[in-house]
């Protein structure tokens, strides 16, 4: 079975080193084979020249690939179409795998060939960081973080284990031939922090009827950054998280009673994180809970302002296409060298 990892990247030269040695220094098992795919989302920085030096070293199992359009959504879909792996992994690129990362994958698809997709936790690497005090427990996806707990479990929408996220998956080439790439008009754009196309990819999953697993033991660390450990930084995550679902759900039949085109528990839920941070401002002991209450409220603006507002510079109608073996590169500009 061979497995085809992809590494969007852009403007990270100094961590993705790191990345790329976790990648190729963890023991791949034997009878199967494991390529990486660093595709550089038109960097500025010295990525080119880092990717091939590190190419030197690795050899073919390593592989550079540079796409002009913007966001990772388009990324990944240029390297899906590009590579052939029975398999194919999410990495982020300020993120290390754990030793034994290909090992359990390997294990969880041979073993139990029922499986469509698999994921595991997302555990901090603060590098001498202090996380602070007011940071909410509830929105840890913010910084990159989640941990589904020590059990495995079938991911489902209602499983403690969450949603899947590709900053650590693996999916069975024939559910992308089944539900198509990741949808761009989703994704982080220059002006925006857009960050639907994970739960979009993973809702499609489920309602294809294909089976995901929560696996514990593929963990990978994430490094933590202090420009992300900001409060401001916090208020436009949760707001563009809102935009970005509100603009996902604009054409969708919503379940229950609504108001203003939303469910009634989302104003519910707004109104009570309002109470709470005006009452858990002021007590040391608090201060993660009552800034959760504020962030519930920025969300609910967002989710009004995408439902109604925001223009996608990808029209949400224009579901991306099921893979085609045919063109698989039809509308994106990849090669293996950057322009210029």
């Not at 997709?117 to 909410?136: K, N, S, T, Y």
């Not at 079938?154 to 559910?175: I, K, P, Q, T, Y």
């Not at 809102?242 to 969708?252: A, E, I, K, L, T």
């Not at 002021?282 to 809970?289: I, N, T, V």
Request: glycine share 8%; net charge neutral.
């Amino acid at each position: 079975m061979r497995l085809d990892v992809i590494v969007p990247t852009y403007n990270r030269s100094d961590l993705l080193p790191k990345t790329i040695d976790s990648l190729m220094r963890a023991r791949v098992p034997e009878s199967h084979e494991v390529f990486i795919t660093v595709v550089d989302n038109n960097s500025t920085d010295t990525t080119y020249t880092i990717v091939q030096s590190l190419m030197l070293s690795y050899g073919s199992h390593l592989t550079y690939l540079f796409e002009r359009k913007q966001g990772s959504s388009h990324a990944r879909n240029a390297a899906i179409s590009r590579t052939q792996g029975d398999l194919i992994g999410f990495i982020d690129d300020d993120e290390t795998i754990v030793p034994e990362w290909y090992q359990v994958v390997f294990n969880a698809f041979v073993d139990n060939p029922d499986v469509d997709f698999a994921g595991g936790p997302c555990l901090p690497d603060w590098q001498g960081i202090r996380p602070p005090e007011w940071l909410p427990v509830e929105y840890s996806a913010v910084i990159g973080v989640k941990d589904g707990g020590a059990s495995e479990a079938v991911f489902g929408r209602d499983a403690e284990a969450g949603s899947l996220m590709s900053g650590n998956a693996v999916v069975h080439r024939r559910c992308v031939e089944r539900i198509g790439l990741f949808n761009p008009s989703l994704g982080r754009i220059a002006k925006g922090l857009l960050s639907s196309e994970d739960e979009d990819f993973f809702e499609r999953l489920l309602n294809a009827g294909f089976k995901g697993v929560y696996l514990p033991e593929m963990a990978i660390r994430h490094l933590m950054q202090e420009s992300r450990c900001t409060k401001r930084y916090h208020r436009r995550w949760c707001f563009w998280l809102g935009v970005s679902d509100g603009f996902r759900r604009r054409n969708q039949n919503l379940p229950g009673p609504l108001w203003a085109g939303l469910p009634r528990w989302r104003y519910r839920r707004a109104f009570a994180g309002i109470l709470s941070a005006a009452c858990g401002a002021l007590r040391r002991d608090k201060l993660g809970e009552a800034f959760a209450g504020e962030l519930a409220a920025w969300n609910l603006v967002g989710l009004l302002y995408g439902r109604y507002f925001w223009e996608s510079q990808e029209p949400l109608s224009k579901l991306p296409a099921s893979f085609s073996k045919s063109n698989p590169l039809e509308g994106y500009s990849s090669s293996n060298k950057p322009a210029g």
